[in-house]
């Protein structure tokens, strides 16, 4: 085997189960540089995916005889016993016609021939137009592998305690946002406000790289009410009490905005933007807002923060400092009498926005949110609308692709009459891809937006703007956060479930629903909230009409509000031109902030390495039986906004024939 050329021993390792290619890599370095062939597990990526089993699915279909699957099913309802004559038929359908001598004529060599070559150049367009990878774009597609098909895992960032004792002590994450490394790539440290008011920082970077081999650990934590005003108050209890409400009274997901170079947040609240020196953990600047902040815009370098309140989207400058307040009068005014002549803002027509991205290539701002499209805004030109784009379906989440957006009129299987080239000249052009996930008519909605990049002139939104929308297999519930993942992309929807498609937003690659990854004792402190009459956990009934099983605990259906993965999915290398960067396809693990105020690290292909210390804090927590009272009023409201969304849906079906 020494002897052997290595294209020889790779042509050999093709033939190989995927299980067998993992042990072969042990053998030696040379078996493992072998193994780790990108060509050899990019066909392994493609011949596991749905997309292709699909395709063989339909060809069998069409290949198989009408009167040959008319006659075979017709034995196949024939007794057990069976006669000699139906073997014989089953024989001559699964052989065909034998000649006489046994042997081919030079027709049937030639007709297996073209038959072969067909079969390769289909398999060829087939996995030219899977392929999710652009021109020039470096994939690992072994680590693709793993994060397509290998086991998943959440761990469990430890959350502090609060100062107080009682049912007070636990406390509850409001966002999330990252620090990148100076790679200006790699998730280094983790930065989320509290209920309490207060801000932490734990170490999310790589195992290997993680201080102290501890990944996870908890590295700091600002004082109690830093972020709601109220860290001066002598009575502490009370102080706890009032930041509570405070920090979840407006519920923006989009709340934290992180600035890597210079080690600074920005953190919203109410109407308040606090920016936060992440050094020292002390607040810097605190500005204030005429409305409530419902979205902010990623602090990248180079382009300022834009914030979005309810009814107004501003340019946050950084560099002034001095104690601002916006005149509410004014701009109330401004809402109802039009707009100012030298105004620094603008004006929404409809309240809500929930997400606001910035182009750095275009100069170009995106705000999308409850309202039914997607307004374009310049930052040369602010605060001038310069366009929108109609969607019709309620934005929680945008995201951007540095990719150009590839049409679907230019799918391969689709469209037998589109050639390889018009594929791959799509895929070399200039442009990046706006991710959007929302709500239409109660289901998931995932929409992908073409977007060119202009440096001279600002792109000006029109109905022939090309663009995707996916709302009928993407869920049966609101999608609420999506992002790219390595050469796929990832959302979450209202029942849980993590999904990853390919780039094209409509193949599904897998699925995972985070609620099976909360540990047994999360769930068993929680079924003692339940004292009602009305509910046995033990019961062999459902809860309600649309109970999922018999033993389902209702209220304990967690959501994902926010996907942030571990590697920027587009760095700055990338944002300052719009060419291919290998950077932007490279898988990684995820941090999750849950809807019940957990933080989370989900990993693929071996255990997540804080799980363990999650499992021992949840079950040294006694805090949970002094708050016996406030966790019964939690879990009334939910099971009663459960019921009402189990009477929306059963209303929604009435009339059609199916629930």
């Not at 809500?352 to 290539?361: A, D, V």
């Not at 929680?396 to 390889?420: A, E, H």
């Not at 959302?491 to 609620?515: A, H, M, Q």
Request: with cysteine.
């Amino acid at each position: 085997m020494d002897q052997l050329p290595p294209e020889i021993l790779l042509n050999i390792i093709t033939f190989l189960q995927v299980k067998d290619i993992l042990h072969v890599q042990s053998l030696s370095r040379r078996f493992l540089a072998l193994s780790r062939d990108s060509n050899l597990w990019k066909i392994e990526c493609f011949t596991h995916s749905r997309a292709e089993a699909q395709r063989q699915r339909q060809q069998l279909i069409q290949a198989q005889d009408a009167n040959l699957a008319a006659l075979r099913e017709a034995v196949g309802a024939l007794p057990v016993q069976r006669t000699s004559r139906s073997v014989v038929v089953e024989a001559v359908g699964d052989s065909g016609e034998v000649g006489q001598d046994g042997r081919a004529s030079d027709v049937e060599r030639e007709k297996a021939r073209t038959a072969a070559r067909m079969k390769a150049r289909e398999q060829l367009r087939a996995l030219t137009n899977w392929d999710p990878s652009y021109h020039g774009e470096s994939v690992d597609w072994y680590q693709e592998y793993i994060h397509r098909h290998a086991p998943i895992s959440v761990g469990w960032l430890q959350l502090p305690s609060s100062i107080g004792g009682g049912e007070r002590d636990w406390v509850e994450a409001t966002g999330i946002g990252v620090i990148r490394a100076d790679d200006g790539e790699t998730a280094a440290i983790a930065v989320a406000p509290l209920n309490d008011g207060s801000v932490c920082v734990w170490d999310v970077a790589p195992y290997e790289k993680a201080t102290y081999g501890q990944q996870g650990r908890l590295l700091g934590k600002s004082p109690t009410g830093l972020l709601s005003g109220r860290a001066q108050q002598a009575d502490v209890t009370k102080a706890i009490d009032q930041s509570k409400t405070i920090m979840t009274e407006t519920g923006a997901v989009e709340c934290v905005s992180v600035d890597s170079r210079l080690r600074k947040a920005y953190f919203a609240v109410q109407n308040t933007l606090n920016e936060v020196d992440l050094n020292t953990l002390q607040l810097v600047h605190r500005e204030t807002y005429p409305f409530p902040i419902t979205a902010l815009s990623a602090a990248d370098q180079g382009s300022p923060v834009t914030v979005g309140t309810n009814w107004t989207i501003h340019v946050h400058d950084p560099r002034n400092k001095r104690a601002t307040s916006f005149t509410d009068t004014s701009i109330r005014c401004e809402l109802i009498g039009g707009s100012a002549p030298s105004t620094s803002h603008a004006s929404l027509a409809q309240p809500g926005p929930l997400s606001i991205q910035n182009l750095q290539t275009s100069n170009s701002i995106w705000v999308a949110g409850r309202f039914t499209s997607l307004l374009s805004y310049d930052r040369r030109f602010f605060p001038r609308l310069l366009g929108t784009l109609h969607s019709g379906a309620r934005i929680t989440c945008l995201s951007v692709l540095q990719r150009p957006y590839v049409p679907r009129t230019l799918d391969l299987l689709r469209n037998p009459n589109v050639s390889l080239g018009a594929l791959q000249a799509a895929k070399v052009g200039a442009g990046v891809t706006l991710v959007a996930a929302g709500e239409y008519k109660g289901k998931g909605s995932l929409e992908l937006y073409g977007i060119p990049t202009h440096s001279s002139s600002a792109f000006k939104p029109t109905a022939q703007t090309m663009q995707y929308q996916n709302r009928q297999t993407a869920s049966g519930s609101k999608l609420l956060s999506v992002t790219p993942h390595g050469t796929r992309l990832l959302f979450s929807d209202g029942d849980g479930n993590l999904k990853w498609v390919e780039r094209d937003g409509s193949s599904l690659v897998r699925t995972f629903n985070i609620n099976s990854a909360i540990p047994d004792d999360t769930r068993a402190l929680h079924a003692n909230d339940y004292r009602s009459d009305t509910y046995n956990p033990h019961s062999n009934h459902p809860y309600n009409l649309f109970a999922g099983t018999a033993d389902e605990l209702p209220g304990q259906g967690d959501i994902v509000q926010k996907l942030i993965p571990t590697l920027d999915p587009c760095p700055l290398s990338s944002r300052a031109s719009s060419s291919n960067s290998s950077s932007c396809s490279k898988p990684s693990d995820v941090l999750l902030w849950t809807g019940d105020g957990r933080l989370g690290l989900l990993s693929f292909g071996h255990e997540s390495k804080i799980v363990k210390e999650a499992v021992e804090r949840v079950e040294s927590t006694e805090e949970r039986a002094r708050g016996d009272a406030e966790r019964q009023h939690s879990m009334a409201m939910r099971r009663a906004l459960e019921r009402q969304a189990d009477e929306v849906r059963f209303v929604r079906g009435l009339g059609m024939g199916y629930m």
